[in-house]
């Protein structure tokens, strides 16, 4: 499963004094929406009623687990076309790639 977050905090946790230590990542998670019609990337928007957001559900995640992969997110509208009360107009692009040069 492929889950996208922005890190709120990181701290090393230790299961007991002396003990083998883990880094741990606090996210705000960001929800899934499906893919762009027009350019493939995955859309997300920031929800906190969705279920890694929920009061009382774990936020955390061990670095460890996460895949190392920049990525940008680009407002899904960003010349403003769509009406304010549009669903996608506060949804995100997840941008992870860059495009090849032979691509073009």
């Not at 774990?58 to 687990?65: E, G, K, Q, R, Y």
């Amino acid at each position: 499963m492929t889950a996208y977050a922005t890190i709120k905090r990181l701290f090393v946790h230790e299961m007991y004094p002396g003990g083998p230590s883990r880094v741990v990542v606090e996210g705000r998670w960001l929800e899934p929406m499906g893919r762009c019609e027009v350019a493939g990337t995955t859309l997300v928007k920031h929800n906190k009623y969705y279920g890694f957001n929920l009061p009382g559900r774990p936020s955390f995640t061990f670095l460890n687990t996460c895949c190392e992969m920049p990525v940008a997110l680009w407002p899904h509208d960003p010349a403003g076309i769509l009406p304010s009360d549009h669903p996608r107009k506060k949804w995100y692009d997840i941008i992870d790639r860059n495009q090849n040069q032979h691509d073009l």
